[in-house]
């Protein structure tokens, strides 16, 4: 028979051991909302304040260059600065020169090459020819004639070659492929050096 004493400690035990458990269940579910917390928090902090990316922040850098556009009757290239990315690697900071030429004069001068042309990439072998990649819209595109095609070569070659020293020559290349000609009147199948005559001083330099 069982005595009340004993029913009482049974009680007591059985107590003690459903509050246990209640508190381990407890802790369960509280970690796992700790952890569900957590985690959303990471994932706002991260899309509020995305980490810094190092290589991103160094690219930001700028520093000034000098390129080359045309003048009214495309006989001289005229000299414009312009602040353009650094870049550490000669192919790289060829291939920002580049874009700065093909988004055009910032002082009105005359365009050297049309609006829709881009640079796919750039590459530099060790003799220091750049061979400067550009898609199918440099030859769709192009108004053709001796002279529109002379400033467009001597533009980009003039632009590279200043402002990159390892630079010697410029090639230039259609996705990927040489080309005969631009459009149909200077022979493209070699690398081009730089030609100062043909450079004019710009108007601060005249005045």
């Known amino acids: 028979m069982v005595t009340k004493k004993k029913r009482r400690f049974e009680e007591l035990k059985d107590k003690k051991k459903k509050k246990s458990t209640r508190i381990v269940y407890f802790s369960l579910i509280l970690g796992g909302i700790s952890v569900v917390l957590i985690f959303f928090f990471v ?3 991260n899309a509020v304040f995305p980490p810094v990316d190092m290589d991103a922040l160094k690219k930001k850098e700028k520093h000034l260059v000098v390129i080359y556009f045309s003048d009214p009757q495309e006989r001289f290239l005229i000299p414009e600065k312009r602040y353009v990315f650094i870049e550490n690697d000669a192919a790289q900071q ?3 020169i580049t874009k700065a ?3 055009g004069s910032k002082t009105k001068l005359i365009n050297t090459f049309p609006t829709g042309v881009g640079v ?6 060790d003799e220091g020819t750049a061979f400067i990649n550009f898609n ?4 769709k595109l192009h108004p053709g004639g ?3 095609e002379m400033a467009s070569i001597y533009s980009l070659t003039n632009s590279v ?4 020293s390892s630079i010697k020559r410029v090639k230039i290349l259609v996705d990927g492929k040489e080309l005969p000609s631009i459009k149909g009147h200077i022979s493209t199948k070699k690398a081009f050096a730089p030609d100062p005559e043909l450079s004019a001083p710009s108007q601060e330099e005249k005045s």
């Open 43 to 45: 994932i706002l902090f």
């Open 94 to 96: 060829a291939k920002e």
């Open 101 to 103: 030429l093909l988004d």
């Open 120 to 125: 796919k990439d750039v590459k530099v072998n």
């Open 136 to 139: 199918r819209n440099l030859t």
């Open 146 to 148: 001796s002279t529109a």
């Open 161 to 164: 070659t200043e402002n990159v």
